[in-house]
């Protein structure tokens, strides 16, 4: 059985069966001015509104908190043997 750690590696199912990749993330980290301010511009053109600056914080907060819980999720999965097929 091959140890693990969930936070840096992921299991990955394709056509040569499971295997175990490293974990990345090519997101760059932004501060919360430059977040706010990427959010607004993401945003916008889709929504066909004028976003405040505390819309697009709130907004931003939502969507991060929803990919944590994905991640969450993801980290469980593959903790979990009860989960393989």
Known sequence: MRKHNSRKQ?????????????AGSSVKPLDAANLV??????????LRCNLSREDAGQIAEKVTGFF????EWSRTDVGSPANEN
Do not use: C, Y
Request: aromatic content about 8%.
């Open 10 to 22: 992921i299991r990955h199912t394709g056509a040569r069966g499971t295997e175990w990749r490293r």
């Open 68 to 71: 944590n819980i994905l991640a």
């Open 37 to 46: 301010d990427q959010t607004i511009a993401l945003w916008k053109p889709r």
